[in-house]
């Protein structure tokens, strides 16, 4: 297949070179659409050939790539991604896209439905990030019984951390409360983040040693955007904790040194011996914990 | 229908059918669109679009839907979800008398669909279809433009656009090019010179809210009181939150509020004019999240231009304000557009409700109320020595003395706030006015007064009252005073004691 670049790889110079250079690449992704359409050749052969295609070119171009990544019965898995790349990539060309949009979306739509996991789970999350209300709803369906589920639950609820209007605080405190897993638990503690009903529940999850260090430290982090206050309210108790996991005993540490009240924590004087002694204890050195003594002590030291 | 909470989808559609072929069934329609409706606690802004489509969609079925007007352009002017638009796209062609700003809102949802096009079919909830056949939102809205283009002026600048937009078909292209065609033979140019008002008169609580124990958070976290924010001078006030999906409402509010702020200080009016905006969610929305926020969006903070939140009494602040809010948990899901202006006693005097206003518009709005504060001042300055030259020029005569009265009392009530709503009252005091000029024309035998202040009275009744014109009141008026001045100063001394004669004795005596 004929590269589209110049000879040289440098700009036309003339006019008419600039011409013949758009007539000789309008050819080559003519070429380009043959081979990728052509069964008889390779996939990955098909894979390239459908990387130079511009699906803009032509409502016939673009209907052809759309039938690929739509044909599972016929088209291998590669080359319906492909195909998806290609499509996906013209979409950011809003302007020229605009025409081919709507049926894009409805394309999309019906690929949420295929069987493998990997083409389904990049449909959805275009999607979703496209704010289209019905996959939305069908993954906060699928949340509620999985049975109906498109994507696992931690894949869903990461798709829907920004689309906090859709319902999805209900279903993330149904989850955190009873997770399918630790991971979809995660990712239902970071949407919550923004719950401010969950205030309480993220302080007291900071302070429970028995949870995983990863969930308290999205705790921390939920805290800190709901209330502050609370959270540096935690940060001193968790700081001067000796029984506490250093991970955690950091994370006081650098919010306190971060977010605190400077004359206060100057003024502190059990929080600073006890920094002092984190600081000379050598049990700690290479840590987190050192480091974030450290910092402490060049931010807020007396 | 009393429903228990929370509403259903299901209950949503059962209610709404329920209403259908009752005699009152527009207005029961109508009532469920209120933002604040139970019908929408406690569920997504996603179910609260596909609940207000769905009875956007069931009113446009309906023959004529004046009612749901406000309501309708509101959507079209701010919505973003193609269903909705195109439920009251199609309820816009219900409108019996559509007025410009009617167009000027279908073609802000024409420029949305545009991008956001989308299969629907209107018979179904939330329009769901997989029909590839079946019409679009897009189509739908170029369907009521037809239909408008022959009725109101639109916007040829926007319209341009729209039929420039890359998403049209061929065929949708030749509607948008038929409306401007449509445009140019209509006469005169383009204004928005038939709309109605921007401003709603509703009803306000005002005295019987539990006010006193509201506290506000502002941008330097100082807690304040109703008092301190919202009295003493004339206070501008907007609702938004920051987690605001939607840009053509809280950020469009916000940026339009610094507008505001720049004309208000170009009329040099900083010392009379406070600007509020108040946040719904303030839970989560703190003084941190709000300054940055506005200051954003270029409104400027200090201590006459405040962002708060609400850090106690919410619920007295929105029964106040009747806002136009709901909330799924402490989540705003709903809201409309809403601003209000406040006198200086705190009492809601304008508000700009389910429109999109415009900072200009608000400030033709703060003038008038700056102006009218003003005359009522200097009325009550200039009032000792005005009442000493009116007892003075005061005729001895009870019937002329009854005809100053009808006059100085019709003079008076222009100092009034919404005065133009008290017409019963001037039209009273005018026809006592001609009443007691023509007792006294039957004394004096002289016929001029009366037609004088006759004339005046149609004046003011006609191109002043019905029309609102100022300039013909004020003609009215000096008509009406002149005759009563005549009707005084014609009365000769000899008629006087006959005049009093004629009061006291009843006839036949």
């Known amino acids: ?302 | 229908m009393l429903q228990s909470r929370p509403w259903t989808s299901e209950s949503f559609r059962d209610v709404v059918a329920s209403y259908e072929g009752a005699p009152d069934q527009q207005s029961q329609w109508v009532t469920l669109l209120d933002e604040s409706h139970d019908a929408y606690a406690q569920c997504s802004s996603l179910e609260v679009a596909r609940r207000r489509g769905w009875l956007l969609s069931r009113l446009a079925a309906l023959p004529v839907l004046d009612l749901a007007l406000p309501f309708v352009q509101e959507t079209l002017q701010t919505a973003h979800e193609p269903y909705l638009l195109a439920a009251a796209s199609l309820a816009l062609t219900r409108s019996t008398q559509p007025v410009s700003e009617d167009g000027a809102a279908l073609l802000t949802a024409l420029t949305i669909l545009g991008a956001r096009d989308d299969a629907v079919d209107l018979d179904v909830w939330a329009g769901l279809t997989d029909d590839e056949e079946a019409t679009t939102c897009l189509a739908v809205a170029l369907e009521t433009l037809s239909w408008i283009a022959q009725r109101v002026p639109l916007d040829p600048t926007l319209l341009e656009y729209i039929g420039s937009m890359p998403a049209l078909t061929d065929a949708q292209r030749d509607i948008v090019y038929q409306a401007i065609a449509a445009q140019k033979l209509r006469s005169g140019l383009f204004s928005d010179c038939c709309s109605p008002p921007l401003v709603s008169r509703r009803k306000f609580a005002s005295s019987s809210a539990n006010l006193q124990a509201v506290r506000f958070e502002d941008q330097d976290q100082t807690v304040r009181d109703w008092s301190s924010c919202l009295h003493g001078r004339t206070t501008v006030v907007a609702f938004f939150y920051t987690r605001c999906e939607n840009p053509n409402k809280c950020s469009l509010t916000i940026t339009r509020l610094g507008h505001l702020q720049k004309l208000v200080a170009d009329a040099d009016l900083c010392a009379s004019v406070r600007i509020v905006a108040v946040s719904y969610d303030d839970s989560f929305d703190t003084p941190a999240r709000l300054s940055r926020y506005v200051h954003d969006r270029g409104f400027k903070l200090d201590r006459n231009n405040l962002v708060l939140r609400v850090t106690q009494g919410g619920e007295e602040v929105r029964r106040y304000f009747s806002n136009g809010v709901n909330f799924v948990g402490t989540l705003v899901n709903w809201h409309r557009v809403e601003l209000f202006v406040l006198d200086s006693r705190g009492e809601v005097v304008r508000n700009f409700e389910r429109r999109a206003w415009t900072a200009e518009q608000v400030m033709h709005g703060l003038q008038e109320i700056l102006a009218a504060g003003a005359v009522r001042h200097r009325f009550w300055q200039l009032t000792p020595g005005a009442w000493a030259l009116l007892l003075a020029l005061l005729p001895k005569c009870p019937i002329c003395g009854a005809t100053y009265l009808s006059v100085t009392g019709l003079a008076a009530l222009p100092l009034l706030d919404d005065w133009t709503r008290l017409w019963p009252v001037a039209l009273g005091m005018l026809l006592l006015n001609v009443f007691f000029l023509a007792r006294a024309a039957r004394i004096s035998r002289r016929i001029a007064p009366v037609v004088v202040s006759g004339l005046g009275a149609v004046v003011i009744v006609g191109p002043g009252l019905a029309y609102g014109s100022s300039v013909a009141m004020g003609i009215g008026f000096a008509l009406v005073l002149i005759g009563s001045l005549l009707s005084v100063f014609g009365l000769s001394a000899r008629a006087l004691p006959a005049a009093w004669g004629k009061l006291l004795v009843p006839r036949g005596h």
């Open chain 1, 1 to 302: 297949m004929a590269s589209l670049k110049t000879k040289s790889g440098a700009q036309p110079a003339t006019k008419k070179s600039a011409q013949a250079l758009q007539r000789r690449r309008a050819a080559v992704r003519k070429e380009a659409l043959s081979h990728a359409l052509d069964a008889s050749r390779t996939v990955a052969a098909r894979v390239k050939a459908l990387s130079v295609v511009d699906v803009l070119e032509d409502v016939s171009v673009f209907s052809d790539v759309l039938d690929v990544l739509l044909d599972g019965e016929t088209n291998p898995l590669p080359l319906r991604l492909a195909a998806l790349e290609c499509l996906q990539a013209a979409s950011f060309r809003e302007q020229q896209f605009a025409p081919y949009r709507r049926r894009y979306i409805a394309a999309l739509r019906r690929v949420c439905k295929v069987s493998d996991l990997g083409l389904r789970s990049r449909v959805i999350g275009i999607l979703v990030r496209d704010g289209d209300t019905r996959t939305i709803d069908q993954l906060l369906d699928g949340l509620r019984d999985p049975q109906r589920g498109l994507l696992p639950p931690e894949k869903a609820l990461q798709l829907l951390v920004d689309s906090i209007h859709s319902g999805v605080y209900e279903v993330a405190k149904t989850i955190a409360a009873t997770p399918p897993n630790q991971a979809a638990r995660r990712e239902a503690l970071r949407i919550l983040g923004g719950d401010t009903e969950s205030t309480g529940y993220f302080a007291d999850l900071l302070r429970n040693k028995s949870e995983p260090v990863e969930v308290r430290q999205l705790a921390a982090t939920s805290l800190n955007q709901l209330a502050p206050d609370r959270l540096l309210a935690a940060a001193r108790d968790l700081a001067m904790d000796e029984a506490e996991d250093t991970d955690i005993r950091s994370l006081g540490l650098t919010a306190l040194a971060n977010f605190g009240d400077l004359s206060a924590l100057r003024s502190d004087a059990a929080l600073q011996t006890s920094v002092d002694q984190l600081s000379a204890a050598q049990a700690y050195d290479g840590t987190h914990l050192k480091t974030a003594a450290a910092s402490f002590k060049r931010l807020c030291g007396a």
